[in-house]
RNA sequence: UGGUUUAUAUUG
């Protein structure tokens, strides 16, 4: 038993959550059955992995067992409930842990308040804050940006911001990521200005600002249509000794689209190509839309057979969208050709 | 180094 738990152990460890599966088969042909921690970590590999059936099937069998299972495994199915959309499920397993004595940390808190917040129970998500400090598991820097982050998402970015005052005067510093989802929040609010003033906070601050809060900042001013204050953005980025990356260049790009300038979209989309930062899926997927919009039609179909070349997979809508205009420019054929294409490629049509 | 948070694209 020992020696097997320690190979699906050591399997789950390194990714080979797949292999671990078949170990737990000759176990169980075998008669041999797993020990807790071969349990937990098959259980927390299955969840990484994207197996949550599986996944939930093994908790199953050691639930059957009587198996305790210690606090990391339960917060690993938990993340794994809650981002497979689960909520109810996620405390329901909160609420078993408990009844076999295994109490909950901040982890398993974090987990759980971003799992209702972001699944439209924010409330629950809000009382959960509460309760975690009267049992005696204070937040931590985490819980405050997840809680701030639920709240800016569902349009309460004032009550947000609350928070962000709670946590200066409960004495957690802001850490970058604080910053970079206001930021965002801002962003999404179109608040721009604002943005760029708490950036400029968060330095004085001495927080150091990271390519995610650039990429934050050049979205919003993408997005406004200020390029040239995007693009000295990303230089003062280079400046900072950081590389560009994806998410950079496709904001920008999509900056570029937007306002009608694909041909400097275009020359980003070369550079990268250049760069070690090749364009990915999200790049190509902002080209094509930029360059049909124009009406650049069949250079957008030439990048659609580009990224399929290059391992992407174009989106159904990309193909919807490169059919339509192909039809409605009297390109049936070439309209129809794609359609095959797509089909070939293993994209089912809606 | 076993678990949790933030940024870019999508038509009808």
Same mark, same amino acid.
């Given at each position: 038993?020992?020696?097997?738990?320690?190979?699906?152990?050591?399997?789950? @460890?390194?990714?080979?959550?797949?292999?671990?599966?078949?170990?737990?088969?000759?176990?169980?042909?075998?008669?041999?059955?797993?020990?807790?921690? !071969?349990?937990?970590?098959?259980?927390?590999?299955?969840?990484?992995?994207?197996?949550?059936?599986?996944?939930?099937?093994?908790?199953?069998?050691?639930?059957?067992?009587?198996?305790?299972?210690?606090?990391?495994?339960?917060?690993?199915? $938990?993340?794994?409930? !809650?981002? #497979?959309?689960?909520?109810?499920?996620?405390?329901?397993?909160?609420?078993?842990?408990?009844?076999?004595?295994?109490?909950?940390?901040?982890?398993?808190?974090?987990?759980?308040?971003?799992?209702?917040?972001?699944?439209?129970?924010?409330?629950?998500?809000?009382?959960?804050?509460?309760?975690?400090?009267?049992?005696?598991?204070?937040?931590?820097?985490?819980?405050?940006?997840?809680?701030?982050?639920?709240?800016?998402?569902?349009?309460?970015?004032?009550?947000?911001?609350?928070?962000?005052?709670? $946590?200066?005067?409960?004495?957690?510093?802001?850490?970058?990521?604080? =910053?970079?989802?206001?930021?965002?929040?801002? @962003?999404?609010?179109?608040?721009?200005?604002?943005? =760029?003033?708490?950036?400029?906070?968060?330095?004085?601050?001495?927080?150091?600002?990271?390519?995610?809060?650039?990429?934050?900042?050049?979205?919003?001013?993408?997005?406004?249509?200020?390029?040239?204050?995007?693009?000295?953005?990303?230089?003062?980025?280079?400046?900072? !000794?950081?590389?560009?990356?994806?998410?950079?260049?496709?904001?920008?790009?999509?900056?570029?689209?937007?306002?009608?300038?694909?041909?400097?979209? =275009?020359?980003?989309?070369?550079? $990268?190509?250049?760069?070690?930062?090749?364009?990915?899926?999200?790049? =190509?997927?902002?080209?094509?839309?930029?360059?049909?919009?124009?009406?650049?039609?069949? $250079?957008?179909?030439?990048?659609?057979?580009?990224?399929?070349?290059?391992?992407?997979?174009?989106?159904?809508?990309?193909?919807?969208?490169?059919?339509?205009?192909?039809?409605?420019?009297?390109?049936?054929?070439?309209?129809?050709?794609?359609?095959?294409?797509?089909? #070939?490629?293993?994209?089912?049509?809606?």
């Amino acid at each position: 038993d020992i020696l097997y738990s320690s190979l699906v152990r050591v399997l789950c @460890k390194s990714g080979r959550v797949h292999e671990a599966c078949n170990y737990l088969e000759v176990m169980r042909s075998q008669g041999l059955s797993l020990t807790p921690t !071969g349990y937990g970590s098959l259980l927390c590999g299955l969840c990484k992995s994207n197996h949550l059936q599986e996944a939930l099937l093994v908790f199953e069998e050691a639930e059957k067992a009587g198996v305790c299972l210690d606090v990391f495994t339960y917060s690993c199915l $938990m993340d794994a409930l !809650g981002k #497979a959309g689960k909520p109810a499920k996620s405390l329901e397993v909160f609420d078993y842990m408990q009844k076999t004595g295994c109490m909950p940390d901040v982890v398993i808190y974090n987990v759980l308040i971003s799992c209702l917040g972001r699944h439209g129970r924010v409330e629950g998500a809000l009382e959960l804050f509460e309760t975690m400090g009267t049992k005696g598991i204070m937040p931590d820097c985490r819980t405050y940006n997840i809680v701030i982050d639920v709240l800016s998402s569902c349009g309460k970015f004032e009550k947000a911001y609350l928070f962000f005052g709670m $946590m200066k005067r409960r004495k957690h510093a802001p850490d970058v990521v604080t =910053y970079n989802t206001l930021l965002n929040g801002l @962003k999404k609010l179109g608040r721009t200005d604002e943005a =760029y003033e708490l950036f400029e906070e968060m330095q004085e601050n001495k927080c150091a600002p990271d390519l995610t809060t650039f990429g934050t900042l050049i979205d919003a001013l993408a997005k406004a249509g200020r390029m040239d204050d995007a693009e000295e953005l990303s230089s003062s980025l280079v400046k900072m !000794g950081y590389a560009p990356n994806s998410y950079i260049y496709n904001a920008l790009i999509s900056g570029y689209c937007k306002c009608a300038h694909v041909d400097k979209g =275009y020359e980003l989309f070369q550079e $990268m190509m250049r760069s070690d930062c090749i364009p990915d899926a999200v790049t =190509y997927t902002i080209m094509i839309i930029g360059l049909t919009k124009q009406g650049q039609t069949s $250079m957008a179909v030439e990048l659609c057979q580009e990224m399929v070349n290059k391992g992407h997979t174009p989106s159904v809508s990309i193909y919807n969208l490169l059919i339509r205009s192909l039809s409605s420019a009297g390109q049936v054929e070439q309209a129809y050709s794609l359609f095959k294409d797509m089909i #070939a490629r293993g994209c089912s049509p809606d």
